[in-house]
């Protein structure tokens, strides 16, 4: 009995690898200290989810490609929200003098 | 853009080897600095797995926006923030990352479970391939058309924002009256606004 090999990339891998990419990206969001490198796990998430799409769109959608309309969406309000998210970081580490996510607690209680 | 197939298949390992790897030092070098440089490789792997997906309007866009905008923009705010601080020991830190590690272990094992039973309608339409960029252009301005001038929209609302975020200085004069300000608001502005809590 052998495993035989698929002679194409499946759609299947597409996903696994988006799996793998958005798993590591939560991760990092939990466990970074850096403020600056959680930002930096929300760009990965969003680009699992931007391989999705574009799997998707092209394995099950290939004439109409609404998939890659998403993921040009999706591109558009990364670089929106890195913009923001990058001017808040800077405002919070010139009030705080930290970049250190443990110390942004004014919010908790 | 049509690949033989065996060369797809290699080129697919490669990228997402690149990119899983990538994607875990980003997370987990401790210098800052390389991870922002791999997260730039990691945006780049992705564009090929867009070229090789017959997608070469977004594997573009990936390139300008990502690695040109989104990579340099973190890349000046670790210039900007670069202070080498020795952060505090927190309790249970150790446990937490465990935690975590295990809530994203099953996340991942469901996401592929997903990926792996769900009866896909496979084989889809035939792929358009180069016609893509086409069909794009034909989408954003008759369907998409909506979306499109919103994300216009909120593109411009971010610029602004963040602008407004970042900003340092503080008017000498009041905008609305011309008077000067309160001297008090402009040297208090100088200073930490936040005072660091004590508990």
Redo the contacts between chains.
Sequence with gaps: MSIEL????P???????A??????????L????????V???I??ML?AV??NL??F??????????G??F???V??????????G??????L????????M??F??LRW | MTIA??A??IC?VVL?AV??LG??G??LLPN?VY??FL?GG??LA?AG??L????S??AA??VL??VG??NV??L???M??N?Q?T??D?PGLRL??LL??G???G??AL??RV??TTP?????????GEE?TI??GE??FSD?LL?FEL?SV??L???I???V??R?DVFSSDVATGEPADQGLIEKSRT???L??TN
Excluded at chain 1, 57 to 66: A, C, K
Excluded at chain 2, 52 to 55: M, P
Excluded at chain 2, 120 to 128: E, N, S
Aim: aromatic share 10%; hydrophobic share 60%.
């Design positions: 698929p002679t194409t990339v759609l299947q891998a597409y996903l696994a690898l799996a793998v990419l958005f798993c590591t990206g939560v991760w990092g939990i466990n970074s200290r850096n403020a600056v490198r930002l930096m796990s760009e990965l680009n931007n391989i574009m799997a769109s092209s394995y099950l959608d290939g004439q109409l490609i609404r890659q309309v993921a040009i969406f591109i558009t309000v990364a670089a929106a929200e890195a913009a923001v990058l001017a808040i970081l800077l405002s580490y010139r009030n705080r003098e930290t970049v250190d443990e110390r607690n004014l | 197939s065996s797809q298949l697919f997402s990119v899983a994607a875990l980003v997370v800052i991870s922002a997260l990691v945006f992705v797995l867009y090789l997906l017959n997608a309007f977004v866009a990936q926006v990502y905008a989104v923009l973190i000046f705010a670790i900007l923030v202070k601080e952060m505090a927190i937490r990352r975590s590690g809530v994203c272990a996340l991942f996401l592929l990926a792996f896909w309608a496979l084989p889809g339409p035939v792929p358009i893509a069909r794009i989408h954003l998409y979306p994300a909120l593109l609302m971010a610029m924002g963040a602008i975020l970042a340092r930490p606004l936040l660091e809590k």
